[in-house]
């Protein structure tokens, strides 16, 4: 564990983790899911999960990028926490009203932090800091509650970007 401790994994494990058949993001089938929907929407645990996070924040972030949809939760908490600045990064930019990608303000030479709740391949990281970078944003560093430990290290490694995670895979599954 590089952040979190036995008991805070212990209770997003007993909060989130399921058995079955289920298709990520990626495409990829997988056997055990870590339904993240049940540690965000528990506001102690996501709490006590964000305290985790603050230490694992990069010196000189100017902003919280948080992904559509379970990225933002976690980037909101975050933001109230640290009084580091929130935005919110969708999947696609919408086709009405601003139309932008990225809402919350001026994102342009902002060094960004990207927030996920957890990683499987990195595709989505990949993907979103792409289209911040586009859009002006410095992107280096991307932050999540947990990461699968299925290549997303290596994938927004090869892209420029540092994957920091309270938890993995692993660490959930020792306890």
């Given at each position: 564990?590089?952040?979190?401790?036995?008991?805070?994994?212990?209770?997003?494990?007993?909060?989130?983790?399921?058995?079955?058949s289920?298709?990520?993001r990626?495409?990829?089938?997988?056997?055990?899911?870590?339904?993240?929907y049940?540690f965000?929407?528990?506001?102690?645990?996501l709490?006590?999960?964000v305290?985790?996070?603050?230490p694992?924040?990069?010196?000189?972030?100017?902003g919280l990028?948080?992904?559509?949809?379970?990225?933002?939760?976690?980037?909101?908490v975050?933001?109230?926490?640290?009084?580091?600045?929130?935005?919110?990064?969708?999947?696609?930019?919408?086709?009405?009203?601003?139309?932008?990608?990225?809402?919350?303000?001026?994102?342009?030479?902002?060094?960004?932090?990207?927030i996920?709740?957890?990683v499987?391949?990195?595709?989505?990281?990949?993907?979103?800091?792409q289209?911040?970078?586009?859009e002006?944003?410095?992107?280096?560093?991307?932050?999540?509650?947990?990461?699968?430990?299925a290549?997303?290290?290596?994938?927004?490694?090869?892209e420029?970007?540092?994957?920091?995670?309270l938890f993995?895979?692993s660490?959930?599954?020792?306890?």
């Amino acid at each position: 564990m590089q952040n979190g401790d036995v008991t805070l994994a212990s209770r997003v494990f007993a909060a989130s983790y399921l058995t079955g058949s289920f298709v990520l993001r990626s495409g990829l089938t997988a056997d055990r899911y870590f339904d993240k929907y049940r540690f965000e929407s528990d506001p102690s645990l996501l709490g006590e999960i964000v305290a985790g996070l603050v230490p694992l924040i990069p010196a000189g972030t100017d902003g919280l990028a948080g992904l559509e949809l379970g990225g933002v939760p976690v980037a909101t908490v975050l933001s109230a926490m640290t009084g580091i600045p929130a935005f919110f990064v969708r999947k696609q930019a919408k086709k009405y009203g601003t139309e932008k990608l990225c809402e919350g303000g001026e994102i342009r030479s902002r060094r960004l932090l990207i927030i996920e709740d957890v990683v499987t391949t990195g595709g989505q990281i990949v993907l979103s800091a792409q289209d911040l970078r586009a859009e002006g944003a410095v992107v280096t560093h991307a932050l999540c509650v947990i990461d699968r430990e299925a290549g997303g290290v290596d994938v927004v490694g090869a892209e420029g970007i540092e994957l920091r995670s309270l938890f993995t895979m692993s660490d959930l599954e020792r306890p």
